[in-house]
């Protein structure tokens, strides 16, 4: 939307913000139980056996380089010790390493795979094996994949909960949100004190268009989990979908009072202080948000348009520079950062950007006519004709400006009767412009058409226009 000179656009999407891949929080911390269920697997050779022995409990106490240097040296023993390879790929896993997590995994499902005695010895491995291989997949954006070995996860144990709200987590984000909310439904049923299953619900039944229902499964998860930092966040959207802002500003406050490392928290809120007009507050949030998370784009944009709004033109523009810096195929970023440059009397350096985001988003009206407006203040009427005969044929929305302004220049070309025919067509679209009254007025003065002309300054004075008092006095006795 636009508010005077500012040129906003709406925000983006609120909700894809307050769920920033919220499934995406697997502990990273592996458990002596699952330790043990790993190195009860074991039956190698004494020497490798001592190196992998070391490596698992060096990933108990979170050494996990030096545990991947031990299990390195069993596996140069024995390369065929898949048990070797889940504990590294815990410990490649445990340090975000995740490509090299999945083919550790991989070979060690591989290698249990071909073992045919004493197979059942393995099946607990092979479980947590493909539990790990699914979250990183995920990590690596392959939520299909993901939902595969779930999928052979499960069929190992069916009676594990968070089995399902994973896997749930996973088809929400391939948008299968009917399967998600079964799988939901089972986790709650076989555990109904589950907080993550009740937050998963609720995202699934918030793209099912059910958003009282998804209310109520983040509040059940807050109460059960009343220092869940996101689902406050999430329910805070859920409130601002529902019109109740207040709730959603409590929401995010405690959102940020449960977790004030994450940057998005900050973000949103200053999207709903921006949307309250409390600028100040809004651009406090923002630059929290940009010191807690410098890389986003968004963040930057966001916080210039709130700069914009309190006049500060220096400040937008350098912010919008970032903006472009981190997204420098963003048109929007271009145009609004030449029109402070226009602002600040910088009219080619405007046109520099304005003509970049005519480049990149060539079927836009908005910037073919801040350049034609630049290119007027500079005098150069030909370039600025051309640029409102763009925006006139891309956007009905713009034509009583973009017919107004190419009147104007074309008078100062002293082309009176082609300026007269754009003044007409502006005052269609725009019939209380007194502007456009008054200058067509002066166009048909140069053509002798008094008459004509008096008529446009009267009709010019009755919709306000200061300097129609002074020509009526002068051409209409």
Do not use: W
């Not at 390369?79 to 999945?102: I, N, P």
């Not at 807050?222 to 409130?239: S, T, W």
């Not at 058409?449 to 008529?455: G, H, I, P, T, V």
Request: with cysteine.
């Amino acid at each position: 939307m636009m508010k005077g000179n500012s040129y906003h656009v709406p925000h983006l999407s609120i909700f894809t913000r307050l769920n920033p891949r919220p499934i995406k929080t697997f502990s990273i911390k592996i458990t002596t139980l699952t330790l043990l269920a790993f190195m009860s697997c074991m039956s190698y050779g004494q020497t490798s056996y001592q190196y992998a022995d070391s490596g698992f409990a060096k990933n108990t106490s979170g050494a996990y380089q030096a545990a991947i240097h031990d299990f390195d040296l069993a596996l140069r023993m024995d390369s065929t010790h898949s048990d070797a390879y889940y504990g590294r790929a815990l410990a490649e896993y445990s340090l975000l390493q995740y490509l090299a997590a999945l083919r550790d995994y991989d070979k060690a499902i591989l290698l249990d795979a071909m073992r045919d005695s004493n197979r059942h010895m393995h099946e607990n491995c092979n479980k947590d094996a493909y539990v790990y291989h699914a979250r990183c997949r995920f990590m690596l954006n392959d939520a299909k994949g993901a939902i595969a070995d779930y999928d052979i996860a499960l069929a190992k144990d069916t009676g594990t909960a968070d089995l399902y709200r994973e896997r749930a987590a996973m088809k929400i984000e391939v948008k299968d949100y009917n399967a998600a909310l079964t799988d939901c439904n089972k986790a709650i049923d076989m555990n109904p004190m589950n907080a993550l299953a009740y937050k998963a619900r609720g995202l699934a039944r918030y793209h099912l268009h059910d958003t009282v229902a998804a209310l109520a499964d983040y509040s059940r998860c807050i109460a059960l989990d009343p220092h869940n930092a996101l689902a406050y966040n999430d329910r805070g959207f859920l409130k601002y979908m529902m019109h109740d802002r207040r709730g959603a500003m409590a929401d995010f406050n405690k959102a940020i009072a449960a977790d004030s490392t994450v940057a998005s928290y900050y973000f949103n809120r200053a999207d709903l202080e921006y949307e309250q007009q409390n600028l100040s507050a809004a651009i406090a949030d923002y630059g929290t948000a940009i010191r807690r998370d410098p890389g986003r784009e968004i963040f930057y944009f966001n916080r210039a348009n709130a700069e914009v709004d309190v006049n500060d033109a220096k400040a937008a523009i350098e912010d919008y520079s970032h903006a472009i810096t981190l997204a420098p195929d963003n048109a929007n970023s271009y145009c609004r950062r030449g029109v402070e440059k226009a602002l600040l009397h910088s009219d080619v350096d405007a046109i520099e950007d304005y003509s970049k985001a005519i480049e990149l988003a060539p079927a836009q009206a908005l910037p073919y006519y801040l350049r034609g407006s630049a290119r007027m203040a500079l005098l150069d009427y030909d370039s600025a004709i051309a640029d409102f005969g763009r925006t006139i044929v891309l956007h009905p929305d713009y034509m009583a400006k973009a017919y107004y302004l190419r009147g104007f220049s074309k008078s100062k070309k002293e082309d009176n009767t082609g300026a007269i025919a754009d003044y007409d067509l502006s005052i269609k679209y725009a019939p209380n412009n007194d502007l456009a009254f008054f200058n067509r007025a002066i166009a048909k003065v140069y053509l002798n058409r008094m008459d004509e002309a008096c008529a446009d300054f009267k009709r010019a004075h009755d919709l306000g226009s200061k300097g129609a008092d002074d020509m009526l006095r002068k051409y209409c006795h």
